[in-house]
């Protein structure tokens, strides 16, 4: 989501204090936390669209938490010494290169973490590059943006270095069997700009079956919980909040500042170590990575109640209703996830989709150029296309297949018939093993539909506008295989005849050709521009569509005449 939103009447532990408001509200917008208070007055508007464009959504029965952080997810095959000898045999892990299978497991392992809350996750790589992590970040933005990719020291393979080296970080060192330690120099800030290293934080990241204790860790350095291998312990940081807090209350110390502790040791210590100060915490300023809660009617609502109640019942996947990253909705469920749709969708359909052409001068001209439609497709927006009246004469919905979100499916579904195809270069529908539907194409314009397919993982039924993003882009993913799809799927392939729209002026060679002219994978979304009342979108209802919508507007014989000019011809 890229609109302002405001939770109202939610809960919420705020501050690095963590404070604990029983009902308060939450506003968002450019990805940060504008405000956050007590309830001590009404927002304009109830559930929906308020003047300003807000989302407002009532968070009554919910719990507003900092998204978690994971400071330590290894994907380094784990030595003999880390785990018993004979699931070391069975794991048969005896190189250190990641695996096709291993990578599977990792995608599946950070997509779930990320779908139970964890909105930050460090991941640990051996070797000097990140490139057994590509197939997994480029399948989904919302994991490019939650992944922060560590690789290993040539010369120290225990030690991890952050990609994008930032000098606040140190490094992160494995020391034993499912322990880390790391440290960074805090930069001194003042009016808003770093001045300077004033000292530097020590962490003892503890990982699964940890044999030191909470007390003992805290005389080391601040405690990170993570949770290690993902090679064969579980990627979600709910089951180690749980298992400590169930030590703590059979110590009797699970009081309210242990308990918040624990919940620093997910939020705020890994925040700081991974130079997120803008994270981490709740409060006016700090990133809009927010995870929300659904409450139990049985849960007493004050700090130590919410949290032990939390800590204790956090593994069940039911609890974690909707998670925010930079105030993008990346994943949601329950009556949470059919509220935010709602009030997501709500500008759409806050008017029929029936263009008033009666001012428009049919007689006048007024397309994009090309290379307007070209930045616009670089920059992963939406353009309209359209074919010469004597052929379909319509317009379709056209974006790059990696630039694909489900907000932005949502938005291609709302003004299109809903069936939506992609655009797809020969070479790579062989790759993916997608045969043609039929051998004997009778369809009038021989539109070459391939097998439908939805992707397998991240996915359920693949139909809803999320899942049939994520299917987009894996066809787009390089790294993505031809068993990585179900066939058949709601996701409808065409394959683009070899030199575009020079041997065929239709929307399916268009997309790619733009694709290929971006610069983007040879993979584009397409769909056709319907009115509410039925009827398809002709041109002067589509010039209205795209000025209402702020899209670049183009015909495919400019397409065309642009290719001729400029040299790119059959065999480009």
């Not at 069940?316 to 990253?325: C, N, W, Y």
């Not at 317009?395 to 809903?418: C, N, P, V």
């Not at 795209?546 to 899209?551: A, N």
Request: aromatic share 6%; proline share 5%; glycine share 8%.
């Amino acid at each position: 989501m890229s609109r302002p939103i405001l939770f109202k009447n939610v809960a919420y532990f705020g501050g690095s204090d963590f404070d604990f408001v029983s009902k308060g509200s939450i506003r968002i917008e450019g990805g940060r936390i504008v405000q956050i208070a007590p309830q001590t007055a009404e927002v304009n508007g109830v559930n929906g669209v308020t003047d300003h464009d807000t989302l407002v959504v009532d968070g009554t029965r919910y719990l507003a938490l900092p998204g978690l952080i994971n400071a330590a997810l290894s994907i380094a095959a784990p030595s003999k010494d880390e785990i018993p000898e004979e699931v070391y045999e069975a794991l048969d892990l005896s190189t250190h290169e990641l695996k096709d299978d291993a990578v599977s497991v990792l995608s599946e392992a950070v997509n779930y973490a990320v779908q139970t809350g964890t909105t930050t996750i460090a991941l640990l790589a051996d070797g000097t590059t990140t490139k057994p992590l590509d197939p997994i970040l480029a399948t989904s933005p919302a994991l490019q943006q939650c992944v922060l990719p560590f690789i290993a020291e040539p010369r120290n393979p225990a030690a991890y270095m952050p990609v994008d080296t930032r000098p606040e970080l140190v490094e992160i060192v494995r020391v034993g069997p499912h322990r880390y330690t790391a440290k960074m120099a805090e930069p001194a800030v003042k009016s808003g700009k770093v001045n300077g290293v004033v000292h530097e934080g020590h962490y003892n990241i503890q990982c699964s079956h940890t044999a030191t204790s909470t007390a003992q860790a805290q005389e080391k350095g601040k405690p990170i919980i993570a949770t290690g291998n993902v090679l064969f312990n579980s990627s979600n940081l709910w089951k180690e909040l749980e298992n400590r807090a169930r030590q703590l209350v059979a110590s009797k110390q699970a009081d309210e500042r242990s308990l918040k502790d624990l919940l620093r040791a997910v939020t705020v210590h890994p925040a700081e170590l991974l130079g997120l100060f803008d994270g981490g915490v709740l409060q006016t300023g700090s990133r809009a990575d927010i995870i929300l809660i659904k409450l139990k009617p049985h849960w007493q609502l004050d700090a130590r109640g919410v949290l032990l109640s939390l800590f204790l019942h956090g593994n069940d996947p039911s609890l974690v209703h909707a998670v925010l990253k930079g105030g993008a909705l990346h994943f949601s469920q329950g009556s949470l996830a059919t509220e935010l749709q709602a009030v997501s969708l709500a500008k759409y359909y806050a008017a029929p989709n029936l263009p008033d052409t009666t001012k428009i001068d049919t007689g006048s001209c007024d397309f994009d150029s090309v290379e307007d439609a070209i930045e616009a497709f670089r920059r992963g927006e939406f353009i309209v296309a359209i074919d010469n009246e004597d052929r379909e004469n319509e317009g379709d919905l056209i974006i790059a297949g990696e630039d694909i979100t489900a907000e932005k499916a949502a938005f291609m579904i709302r003004y299109t018939s809903g069936v939506i195809c992609v655009s797809v270069d020969g070479q790579r529908l062989d790759e993916l093993e997608l045969p043609l539907m039929v051998e004997n194409n009778t369809e009038t314009l021989r539109t070459a539909y391939t097998i439908s397919v939805d992707y397998k993982h991240g996915t359920t039924t693949g139909i809803s506008a999320a899942d049939r993003a994520a299917t987009i882009r894996a066809i787009a993913n390089p790294s993505a295989k031809a068993s990585d799809f179900n066939r058949p799927g709601h996701v409808f392939p065409l394959r683009s005849v070899p030199g575009g729209t020079l041997k065929r002026v239709g929307h399916t060679e268009a997309s790619v050709d733009f694709a290929k002219l971006a610069g983007k994978q040879k993979v584009a979304a397409i769909c056709e521009i319907v009115l509410d009342d039925g009827r398809m979108a002709r041109r002067d209802d589509l010039r209205v569509f795209s000025k209402q919508h702020g899209l670049k507007m183009v015909t495919i014989s400019d397409l065309v005449k642009y290719r001729v000019a400029n040299g790119l011809g059959e065999d480009w």
